[in-house]
């Protein structure tokens, strides 16, 4: 059972990933790094108005840059910014069956054991400005079963 359940978790990290990929070649964002962690706990959700029983999906990101260089969540393109995670977040959800939500993580730990944050790319009011953003987007709340 075990084999089973880390083959389907693949399967749906890949599925997600490529999409992740996708959406980043197509808004021609560059990155340190981008990659989409599939939890093995499923969570209640609902899309459209069906209760979904399904696996969340968290998406990490550092250094998200747009062509120009500029950060792609510095405060001039916060619009567009909120726009690609909601695009990003509803594709996922709509074309990856298992996954029902999307978490983004505000911190993560690089491969030396260092801990970054948005807070180090990003000034303390910008970033509670986009932790609030985030918390009212539907697909970004955990529910466990």
């Given at each position: 059972m075990e084999e089973e359940l880390r083959k389907e978790l693949q399967n749906l990290a890949i599925k997600t990933n490529n999409i992740l990929q996708e959406e980043l070649l197509s808004h021609k964002l560059t990155y340190k790094l981008a990659t989409a962690y599939i939890y093995d706990q499923k969570t209640v959700g609902v899309?459209?108005?069906?209760?979904?029983?399904?696996?969340?999906?968290?998406?990490?990101?550092?250094?998200?840059?747009?062509?120009?260089?500029?950060?792609?969540?510095?405060?001039?393109?916060?619009?567009?910014?909120?726009?690609?995670?909601?695009?990003?977040?509803?594709?996922?959800?709509?074309?990856?069956?298992?996954?029902?939500?999307?978490?983004?993580?505000?911190?993560?730990?690089?491969?030396?054991?260092?801990?970054?944050?948005?807070?180090?790319?990003?000034k303390d009011e910008y970033l509670r400005e986009i932790v609030n953003t985030l918390s009212s987007i539907q697909h970004h709340s955990l529910s466990p079963l």
């Open positions: 899309q459209g108005d069906e209760r979904t029983y399904g696996y969340p999906a968290e998406i990490t990101f550092n250094q998200l840059r747009k062509s120009d260089g500029t950060l792609f969540y510095a405060k001039r393109n916060k619009k567009e910014f909120y726009e690609f995670l909601d695009r990003l977040s509803t594709r996922i959800t709509n074309e990856v069956t298992g996954i029902n939500r999307i978490v983004w993580p505000l911190a993560y730990r690089g491969s030396d054991g260092t801990i970054w944050t948005l807070e180090d790319e990003l």
